[in-house]
């Protein structure tokens, strides 16, 4: 079906828009390989460019051919970032631990700036890798169901043949959406599902990587499963399923299609005696980033490219946000996710679903944040931030906010983390008495 696939100069045109306008916290060759990832999605619901038009066939592959880029060189720049995930777990195992977030010639793992100045625990690392690589699995997501009376939506990504979709009257949409369960063994038994045997016809012109829903219901939320582990354990575990739902996403389009994250989980329970978290800690985590039914629209998901998407205005990532947050800095109220929902909503959530399974965690919540949880979220939402470094004068931050007309100054310090939130208000009227 052609006309389900997305035509080239509208993938250009929105590869284009994507490029100029976001900037993410990584280096410009990552941004690249995330931001192509980004467009398949925009396809399938008719965003940006593709203007309402739902090119719900469009997979990354057609998105890389149409760039004009080497699908075979673009699957190894994507399969090496994980590599180099596995390789930092692997001198972990071997009693030869770093205590940094960084590749064995010192380069941050995915492009990150930070993870070459911050320093973690290899063991909280590993744990979270191992709470994040099993908790998006469909069997562990089926129990959390029935555990904890909730219902979540499952599936996983296989190899289709698409000419065989077609014959059978279904397409992406279809597979993506719909109740399949009950119709694997038919889909494998037809060809539609290409058996793990056949991975090495992966390039055949009919075989893509779809994803096929078993289950319909609401999603995790990435981003609950990211604040939730680190209330629940510590900051690095938090960095660990981080990690783990980075390799899920890029796995989407590597050279052998496999579950990279699930695979790397069970690595580290089979092989790191230290672990001290089994099956039902993945359980309760799915549980804590599980979006009830009644909130589906309220509850942001992030996806990788909206993590490390900078808010123009704050200056820093929603991945840095939440750093921030779990370990009581300062942060501010920014809008995250496609649905731009208000962080705040995501943080009470998280918080209450702790409480839910009696987890009481103290949520800090810093002072000018507070007074914003009385405004209204379009209020917040439009606050215009002004950043200065430690040693700027205040005289001079606010004559900045008077010219620019910010209603709230940022202190970043040289490595881009907050310092603090002023409150302009407070000062202005000296500042104006003067005059």
């Known amino acids: 079906m052609p006309k389900k696939i997305a035509p080239r100069e509208l993938i250009e045109q929105d590869f284009h828009h994507l490029k100029t306008s976001e900037r993410l916290y990584t280096v410009p060759k990552i941004e690249d390989l995330i931001l192509m990832q980004s467009i398949e999605g925009r396809a399938h619901n008719g965003a940006g460019a593709f203007n309402k038009r739902f090119y719900v066939n469009t997979t990354i592959d057609d998105i890389v051919t149409a760039l004009g880029r080497s699908p075979k060189v673009v699957k190894s720049k994507r399969q090496e ?69 909730i219902k979540i939506g499952y599936g996983k990504c296989y190899l289709v043949n698409t000419k065989v979709m077609e014959e059978l009257g279904l397409d992406g949409e279809m597979l993506a959406h719909q109740e399949n369960e009950d119709k694997l063994s038919y889909y494998k038994s037809c060809g539609l599902i290409v058996a793990d045997a056949k991975t090495r016809h992966r390039s055949a012109r009919h075989i893509k990587y779809l994803y096929i829903r078993h289950h319909v219901g609401p999603g995790q939320s990435d981003d609950a499963a990211m604040v939730a582990s680190g209330l629940l354990y510590n900051v690095d575990v938090a960095l660990g399923v981080f990690l783990a739902d980075t390799i899920d996403t890029l796995d989407k389009y590597v050279s052998i299609y496999r579950d990279q994250d699930k695979e790397l989980a069970l690595y580290i329970k089979d092989n790191y005696t230290f672990l001290g978290l089994d099956k039902k800690d993945v359980y309760e985590l799915a549980y804590l980033a599980a979006i009830p039914e009644n909130r589906v629209d ?85 606050r215009r931030f002004i950043t200065v470094s430690p040693q700027t004068s205040l005289k001079s931050a606010l004559a900045k906010v008077e ?16 310092l603090g939130v002023v409150n302009p208000s407070d000062f202005l009227v000296f500042l104006r008495g003067r005059g």
């Not at 625990?121 to 998006?136: A, K, P, S, T, V």
């Not at 209450?352 to 810093?366: A, G, M, T």
């Not at 010219?403 to 907050?418: C, M, P, Q, S, T």
């Open 81 to 149: 970032l994980i590599d180099e995930i596995v390789e930092f777990v692997d001198s972990s195992l071997a009693d030869d631990p770093r205590e940094r977030l960084v590749t064995r010639n010192g380069r941050p793992l995915l492009g990150i700036p930070q993870f070459k100045e911050r320093t973690v625990n290899y063991h909280d690392i590993l744990r979270g890798l191992y709470l994040g690589g099993l908790r998006d699995d469909p069997e562990i997501r089926k129990k959390t169901q029935e555990i904890y009376k």
């Open 298 to 382: 309220e509850i942001p998901d992030s996806s990788l490219r909206y993590l490390l998407s900078i808010d123009d205005e704050a200056g820093q990532s929603t991945l840095e946000t939440h750093l921030n947050f779990i370990e009581g800095k300062p942060f501010l109220p920014i809008a995250i996710s496609y649905k731009r929902i208000l962080i705040s909503v995501l943080y009470d959530f998280v918080g209450d679903k702790l409480k839910s399974i009696k987890k009481e965690v103290v949520l800090k919540l810093p002072e000018a944040f507070a007074k914003e949880l009385e405004s209204s979220v379009a209020k917040v939402m439009q």
């Open 403 to 418: 010219a620019r007309k910010g209603e709230l100054i940022i202190v970043k310090d040289e490595f881009g983390n907050i």
